[in-house]
DNA sequence: TCAATGCAACTGTGATCACAGACGTCTTCA
DNA sequence: TGAAGACGTCTGTGATCACAGTTGCATTGA
């Protein structure tokens, strides 16, 4: 049984909408892999509730393509092809970039301990080969970055398509081998950020929106 | 009783998803307005279904915040502040100005004969005061040019801006004296598409996504 | 031994019912 | 005449059931 009175899930009344946070979550940090099943029934046993509330939230999942559900078949996490998965990446790169930019008027000066953290967090996981906590550590990293744009319409799309991209990075990351550049653009982003560099910023971020399609690359070409 | 059998609704197995995409051209052309309320049973009972596939379709679109709903209360129509309303439109261009850029590419010969339809479809609509058919014309000539990005991705999210940002244009224009230049940039990023010119059609088009947040300096001024 | 067939256990989907909270109106009392 | 309280109606939400189509395994036949 999944317990859903965690912290990290806001206390809404609905039941739907914190089995749906939790869901993506899951998707976020790859605790659900491309092609893996996720059936109504059982996601409702799990979480000791009826099938009803567990019904929206996978519908909501599959509106927002982070589910594929086909008729009278299971729901099923999307097998990205390549052309899809660069679609996402470039959508990503385009938006991340715009928040980056704004976020250097809003950025605040205690701010930078934090991010900085988060790649302690991420290396630490690369270390232990955790890819759900580096993944997570890498998606707080960008999330309080695009959080700071002050606009909550594309930080909620930025966030969709984490949720979209988070179990094919997942696959990539425990199916290859360390890429030396594991960083990124992080370290970098956070100097732009911190000289109120907004174009650097967008640039920088721009390009590391792409790290996950160059993990395609290689992932591909072995 | 609405009927669901409409040519445009895809003939989907499922009801949950045509009263979805029924609901969402209702809200992108302005057929429903900010505030209005929109209950279960209500619609269950228009288009003479259970409240199974409405509540469903319901929930779906307050995910993607197109709607609002509280417990216990009517879901409805978001009434947007002026910021959530500049935060849309500030997405909206810089999406559909990269969407432009990349449309250059892609763009066919043929294609402009359509996009001239569509402005004298907006021309024609605008004479007659109808803003349903105005905002759906408006919609079918950004929809054809992000289309030609041929990111899918990109293509779906920039639909979720205009079923959101659809009940606040439309009350802002029967609301409204004509202004001068309903004609925004239309015409100019047709000319920069066909000299293949992308770097003008994105600046263009994201001048003329902001034609929306022209439209509320007028209301809010007034 | 292998393939074809059938059955059993799954799948999502729609309908229906029970419930609790919100809202508005109408009545009643001061 | 006015305000306060009660009741009926409307709201979304969760649970449960029936149904039909899919899938995969086991059985049976050649």
């Known amino acids: 049984m999944i317990s859903l009175d965690a912290q990290e899930i806001s206390a809404t009344a609905n039941l739907s909408a914190r089995i749906y946070a939790d869901l993506r979550m899951k998707l976020i940090i790859g605790d659900l892999r491309p092609n893996e ?3 109504i029934r059982t996601l409702a046993s799990d979480y000791n509730v009826s099938a009803m509330p567990v019904r929206e939230a996978l519908r909501q999942l599959a509106s927002e393509e982070a589910l594929v559900g086909a008729a009278k078949k299971a ?4 097998n990205l092809s390549p052309s899809q998965a660069a679609n996402l990446f470039f959508v990503r790169s385009v938006l991340e970039g715009a928040a ?8 605040r000066k205690g701010d930078f301990k934090i991010l900085k953290k988060f790649i302690v967090q991420m290396e630490n996981a690369w270390a ?24 909550a319409a594309m930080q909620a799309i930025i966030d969709g398509l984490y949720v979209r991209t988070g179990p094919w ?3 990539g990351i425990v199916n290859l081998v360390k890429p030396d550049h594991w960083l990124g ?3 970098r982003i956070i100097d732009a950020l911190q000289n109120r560099d907004g174009q650097k910023a967008r640039e920088l971020m721009e390009k590391d929106a792409k790290w996950g399609s160059d993990l395609y690359q290689r ?3 072995s």
Chains 1, 2 share one sequence.
């Open 185 to 187: 653009e992080h370290t």
């Open 169 to 171: 990075l997942a696959h």
């Open 37 to 39: 099943a996720v059936s």
């Open 219 to 221: 992932l591909s070409s």
């Open 100 to 107: 980056a930019e704004l976020a250097v008027l809003n950025i």
């Open 75 to 78: 729901y099923r996490v999307p």
């Open 128 to 151: 232990k080969n955790d890819a759900s906590s580096f993944l997570r550590a890498n998606y707080e990293f960008h999330s309080f970055i695009y959080a700071r744009a002050g606009n």
